[in-house]
């Protein structure tokens, strides 16, 4: 039986191209200071560093209005570090989370909801905060967090659609 949990998968966009401009040594070094520091911040806002996944990282959160406080956090501190960041260099954050039943098996986790955090970081944009509805439920009443509605969303590998919310996180920017 799965543990409840929620699921949270930062992945940096535009890694490809940084690789291309400043060749793997550098930009593997740029990489694993921005995911290294990405799990210090998630690992500090009470979630477990699952693992690396080359410019991700896979986060478990024990409940779903803390993943969505720290991923919220984490979009904000980033978009700081991004102001002073190099053209050539620059990576934005796009982050997927999913709450539901996690299997954990040897440190790694499995399951529907890691699936759908993965899909849910891959399909937004740079910038963006993609959530199923069990991620946003209590959210409203628990912290302060402005969403929108997306609708119900086919993901790859999945028969049915789900729910998706994008998580408004700029407070100065309108995402319509």
């Known amino acids: 039986m799965g543990i409840q949990s929620t699921v949270v998968f930062a992945d940096l966009f535009g890694?490809?191209?940084?690789?291309?401009?400043?060749?793997?040594?550098r930009a593997t070094e740029a990489v694993t200071g921005v995911t290294?520091?990405?799990?210090?911040?998630?690992?500090?806002?009470?979630?477990?560093?699952?693992?690396?996944?080359?410019?991700?990282v896979l986060v478990v959160f024990q409940k779903n209005t803390d993943a969505v406080v720290a991923v919220v956090e984490v979009q904000r501190t980033y978009q700081q570090r991004l102001i002073t960041t190099q053209a050539t260099s620059y990576m934005p954050l796009r982050i997927g989370v999913?709450?539901?039943?996690?299997?954990?098996?040897d440190d790694d986790c499995y399951g529907d909801a890691v699936n759908v955090a993965a899909?849910?970081?891959?399909?937004?944009?740079?910038?963006?905060?993609?959530v199923n509805l069990a991620a946003m439920q209590d959210c409203a009443q628990v912290i302060d967090v402005r969403s929108r509605l997306l609708?119900?969303?086919?993901?790859?590998?999945?028969?049915?659609?789900?729910?998706?919310?994008q998580i408004e996180w700029q407070e100065d920017v309108n995402s319509e």
């Not at 890694?15 to 040594?25: K, M, P, Q, W």
């Open 15 to 25: 890694s490809t191209g940084v690789f291309e401009s400043l060749g793997n040594a």
């Open 36 to 56: 290294n520091w990405l799990a210090d911040k998630f690992s500090a806002s009470g979630g477990r560093v699952v693992k690396f996944l080359g410019d991700g």
């Open 98 to 105: 999913a709450c539901g039943d996690v299997e954990m098996v």
């Open 119 to 130: 899909r849910l970081s891959e399909l937004a944009g740079p910038h963006q905060i993609w």
């Open 151 to 165: 609708g119900p969303i086919h993901l790859r590998g999945r028969l049915e659609p789900i729910t998706v919310y």
